[in-house]
């Protein structure tokens, strides 16, 4: 985007006003100090009351032996120190043991399905580039998914993977013949791969929507520069579009890895409280090992963690993106 | 770009398979839900044997989906409307002030997105129940509630996107507005709001969007009265059978709103993304 095409402060007449675009000089000065904060103080107070109290109660939680007896006041449960956190990461406890294959089967999804979404996402962006007849029926469509609601589109799903009577094993099994017997997908080892599938399909049409988006700032001169030096398609792809993609990549990429590891809704609606363990994402592990056993204590240990790796991970990974970004371009 | 054969083909065979992908479970949907319960309950079949409307008659019978709607759209549509003020100013204040603690202030609320839901959903329950008790207002298991959590969920990204969106709006048309009188909060309304109207509509789809298909919150939250569809769809399961040709007739009535809404407001949201969110 041109931003500087847009911001006109380095006119000095501008600037002398206020910085910022603030109001005229006769209003009092204490007035334009109070007005942005009064203008971000709803939202701050939404914030406050909905995410960060609520999440600071959690962590508060985490360091007490929470059992169902008081939650009516947690507040007057017993101080627990790092007992949860210690029950949570003992990895040869039931429990440590349960976290840890819930936590590495969320790594493994979630690195399969954002390179999953993120492919699709691309690819049908850039097949969608120039125009051809049926392209905007085919732009449209394939912003469905996403339009969605999420119960419904699993829902279906999940009666595509009815064992019986579901059109999957229908197509494999009755139809080419893959198979002895009719499969399960949703209990077992294959429930994997049904919640891939679903978290795809349902995700992919983001990337595709943010690539588009991105596509559109790609000067159109600069492909035909390169077709005149007689760079073919695909070098163009190279040399082009995805580096100009990159910024935008960054910022889809991690989106994408916050949203699938914490996503609760798919595997909810597609198993119920109780995911099989192939596919039991950390999310649904916390909230169904918590009220299986009323002990919240633990589950908010498990969330804190849950959030420290997060942290961490996006930490690391946008440290290492926008550092490679200052040299480049900015 | 005269592209070669060979990348025509490929482009072919790719949104071919991929349109197949996409449209699966909406044929399944739509064909599941014309069938009689006989039907979806054998083998699945590509073309129906006989064709009715009954199950979208029985939906409203077999469980209140009337009421649970009006739920949906009440919370959804006030969480939006609400959600949409308030990330407008805040928007507008990010966009066009400098002051102390603004950054702290964007990225303390864009990180709240990253925040696993399931790390807030019992801490916030017991703040409303104890706001219930303390004041009388009743927080849990009402509209008020799922709305107040709802519209925190959009206002991260409703917020950023906007700033976006304002940014590139030339701050001489504030200047203007005010050399003819205009305060602020007037400037706000009469110039920022009107040239922003795209990115605004974006921002509300995406709201009313996030607001309707939540799923945790409204499971926890909500009590018998109070249920909306995310949860009263569950309902057409019973212990022993499914209705799944209601469960898909129910689905797609709950899905056309949004679906038919989003598309025609999708360039919208493109429009929206590129000026706030692709930078």
Known sequence: MTRTAVAPTSDPAVRKAAPGGAPAPRRSGRRRIALPYL??????????????????????????????FYIRDWSSAPWAGLDNFAVSIDFDAPVGQALLKSFLTTCLFTVLSVALCWFLGTAAAIFLQEEFRGRGIL???????????????????????????????????????????????????????????????????????????????????????????????????????LPSLRPVNQILVLVLFLWTFNDFNTPFVLFGEAAPEAADLISLHIYQSSFQTWNFGTGSAMSVLLLLFLLVVTGVYLLLTTRGRKTSDV | MAAPRSFLWTRRIFLTLLTAFVVLPVFVMVSSSLKPLEDVSGKFQWIPSGLTIRPYIDIWETVPLADYFVNSIVVAGAATVFSVVVAI?????????????????????????????????????????????????????????????????????????????????????????????????????????????????????????????????????????????????????TQNDVYWNQVMAASLVVSVPVVVGFLLLQRYLVAGLTAGAVK
Not at chain 1, 49 to 62: F, K, R
Not at chain 1, 207 to 232: H, K, S, W
């Open chain 1, 39 to 68: 203008l971000l103080l709803p939202a701050l107070l939404l914030e406050l009351l909905v995410h960060l109290i609520p999440m600071l109660m959690g962590i508060g939680m985490s360091f007490k032996e929470l059992t169902q």
């Open chain 1, 139 to 241: 732009r449209t469509l394939f912003l469905v998914p996403y339009a969605l609601p999420v119960y419904t589109a699993v829902i279906t799903w999940a009666f595509m993977f009815q064992r019986d009577n579901g059109l999957i094993n229908h197509v494999l099994h009755d139809q080419l013949g893959i198979g002895d017997s009719p499969a399960f997908w949703l209990i077992g080892d294959n429930s994997f791969w049904a919640l891939l599938v679903v978290s795809v399909w349902k995700g992919w049409p983001f990337a595709f929507l943010t690539v588009m988006a991105g596509l559109q700032n790609i000067p159109r001169d600069m492909y035909e520069a390169a077709a005149l030096d007689g760079a073919g398609v695909l070098k163009q792809i190279r040399h082009i579009t």
């Open chain 2, 89 to 237: 100013f805040a928007a507008y204040g990010v966009s066009r002030y400098d002051f102390r603690g603004k950054r702290v202030f964007t990225v303390t609320v864009l990180s709240t997105q990253m925040f696993p839901g399931i790390l807030f959903l019992l801490p916030l329950f017991l703040i409303y129940v104890n706001i219930g008790n303390a004041t009388g207002i009743a927080l849990f298991g009402s509209r008020e509630g799922l709305v107040l959590t709802y519209l925190t969920f959009s206002l991260p990204f409703s917020i950023w996107m906007l700033t976006g969106y304002f940014d590139s709006i030339p701050r001489e048309l504030d200047e203007a507005a005010k050399v003819d009188g205009c305060g602020p909060i007037k400037a706000l309304f009469r110039v920022i709001v009107p040239a922003a109207s795209p990115g605004i509509i974006a921002v509300a789809v995406y709201a009313f969007m996030t607001a309707w298909g939540e799923v945790l919150f409204a499971s926890v939250m909500t009590n018998d009265t109070t249920r909306t569809l995310a949860v009263g769809l569950q309902g057409y399961a």
